[in-house]
């Protein structure tokens, strides 16, 4: 991954996006913003306990340095499930400026121009989407519920029931998360990804002696990508871990949960 404006409001991005001409993308950083304390700097979330001025004018810097237009942002509501919506310019300020309407959506998709979509991080795994021919995009949270719940099938389903896509055509992008450097789960939570059963899970499962296993949810979520009929090369996945990089991105597990929230963005132009 690239890091952008690392001087004032740095963001992330993928090569691989940056060379789809119609879209604009980015994932912040916990750098350049405005928020105190244990949110120190860019927290995106106003469900943490930040200060709510704070965070809207995170997301005016943020927005100023990705190029994207701060009333055209439409957030999701995550939970931890896998619903798909979609959404339209109607949406827009949803979840920053207007209430949330929309429970339990843990992935966005827009065929329109100027809908920012705007899903929610720390650890979990952000999957990037775009349709190329289609000019189609989407944005997915998969945390181990979403991912073992094959949330990234079920966006790639969704847009090829709404708008037509061919798989073939979609590419995306998986990351930046907890690396399988730093996963480490207990074996309730391994058994639901040994549940994956018709993918090799010996590719993303590592057990460990003490009982507990590594797991490489960027890998497990490429794969499910990879079975949905996503390309090999139109699949890019981020070498940066969040909790090795806790000075530069919010990691939920190297700070025992006293964080803020990191963004994904994308927009049609
Ligand atoms: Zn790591």
Redesign the pocket.
């Known amino acids: 991954m690239k890091i952008n404006n690392a001087d004032t409001v740095p963001y992330l991005t993928y090569k691989s996006f940056e060379s789809i001409d119609f879209i604009k993308h980015g994932f912040t950083t916990r750098l350049g913003g405005v928020s105190k304390g244990i949110f120190s700097s860019m927290n995106l979330a106003f469900n943490r306990g930040d200060d709510k001025e704070a965070v809207l004018e995170n997301y005016r810097r943020i927005c100023e340095s990705i190029g994207l237009d701060f009333n055209s942002l439409t957030a999701s509501a995550q939970d931890h499930h896998t619903f798909v919506r979609v959404v339209t310019a109607g949406d827009c300020g949803v979840g920053i400026t207007k209430p949330r309407d929309m429970e339990s959506v843990d992935a966005l998709v827009t065929a329109e121009r100027k809908v920012t979509l705007v899903t929610y991080y720390a650890d979990c795994t952000p999957l990037f989407f775009a349709d190329t021919k289609k000019r189609v995009i989407a944005l997915a949270h998969a945390g181990w519920r979403g991912t073992v719940g094959r949330i990234g099938e079920k966006v790639v389903k969704k847009m090829t029931e709404e708008f037509g896509s061919d798989p073939k055509d979609i590419k995306c992008a998986v990351g930046p998360a ?2 399988k ?2 996963y480490e789960v207990d074996k309730a939570c391994a058994d639901e990804f040994y549940n994956l059963s018709d993918l090799d899970t010996s590719e993303f499962i590592f057990p460990k002696k003490n009982n507990k296993y590594m797991i490489d949810l960027l890998e497990t979520n490429r794969r499910i990508l990879l079975n949905a009929g996503i390309l090999t090369e139109n699949i890019t996945v981020s070498d940066v ?1 969040t ?2 990089n806790s000075s530069l991105l919010w990691s939920h597990r190297a700070t025992n949960g006293q964080r803020g929230t990191m963004c994904a963005m994308m927009c049609i132009k």
Do not use: E, F, V
């Open positions: 907890i690396s450097c730093c871990c909790k090795c």
